[in-house]
């Protein structure tokens, strides 16, 4: 946290979380573009953000994209901020959101967390159903994690596990794993209060790819990115995803609880579901 007030006392770096604010997933070419500094001067400053989580870095092919991490952001939220007077917060900021937001070409959610655990045991807690179930709001994923396999959805203990389309894309054990997401459920209508043609028009939009990278980092530390992209342009599940829908918590919301279990051996009471 000490790290995050430091790279936030800089207006220039500031300005850099701003631009990505405003288009994430920016090479340093684009960030120089239209700024003052040089690039030597701009790197610097990214190395400061990347140093205290608040900017993570992804590689795409040869290009190096930099994501607005909000990890360390929400540490500071949930140091000082009430339930209550967070969910009062999000509900300004999205009113703002709604009023300034200029349509998305297609949101790309990136979500860098460090975790005291070992790649080994992260890996069991993304794929192992009594894992998954508590931390995930009491939903257990099952699946033979096989390329091509199914990931299904399993309610409760004793119900039948639900095929919602999601499919494994990649599974490669304490490194990586990709599955396409699901599309809006009827359940979905009812929680955040949808009429049936507003459920209608979202059951238009594409399957989205939640990817999750595992890298060791220092001592007994794992660095977990996820990577949530492939969304329809302007996307409410991406909105979802991000916790920024009233009632909906996200994968921020969830990967605290499964940092909390990871760590304490107790998730964090009542989690919000990322569906």
């Known amino acids: 946290m000490d790290d995050a007030f430091r ?10 979380l701003d631009r990505l604010n405003e288009r994430n997933g920016q090479t340093l070419r684009e960030l120089c573009d239209g700024l003052a500094g040089t690039r030597q001067s701009v790197s610097k400053h990214l190395s400061v953000l990347e140093a205290a989580n608040l900017v993570t870095t992804v590689r795409r092919g040869r290009e190096k994209l ?3 991490n909000a990890a360390p952001i929400n540490a500071i939220a949930d ?3 009430s339930r209550y007077d967070r969910e009062r917060a999000a509900t300004l900021a999205d009113l703002t959101t709604a009023l300034e937001r200029q349509p998305m070409e297609s949101p790309t959610f990136v979500y860098t967390t460090y975790v005291t655990t070992t790649a080994q045991r ?3 807690a993304l794929t192992e159903p009594a894992f998954t179930r508590r931390y995930w709001g009491g939903v257990a994923l099952v699946s033979d994690w096989r390329v091509g396999s199914p990931v299904l959805w399993q309610d409760a203990p004793d119900g039948e596990p639900r095929d919602l389309g999601q499919r494994v894309l990649v599974a490669e054990p304490y490194r990586r794993l990709s599955y ?5 459920q009827p359940e979905h209508a009812e929680h955040f209060g949808w009429s049936a043609e507003e459920l209608a028009a979202r059951l238009g939009e594409r399957r989205s790819t939640v990817t999750f990278e595992i ?3 220092s ?3 794992v660095r977990l990115t996820v990577i949530h992209d492939d969304f329809s342009p302007d996307s409410e599940m991406h909105r979802a995803i991000s916790g920024q829908l009233d009632g909906s918590g996200g994968w921020p919301e969830l990967l605290a609880s499964l940092k909390t279990l990871l760590e304490t051996g107790e998730p964090m009471p009542d989690p919000t579901p990322a569906r």
Do not use: K, N, V
């Open 7 to 16: 790279a936030l006392a800089d207006p220039s770096r500031r300005r850099l």
């Open 66 to 68: 930099h994501y607005l």
């Open 79 to 81: 140091r000082w901020l």
């Open 122 to 124: 992260l890996w069991s």
């Open 180 to 184: 396409s997401w699901h599309g809006f």
């Open 215 to 217: 890298e060791p980092h």
């Open 219 to 221: 001592g007994s530390t």
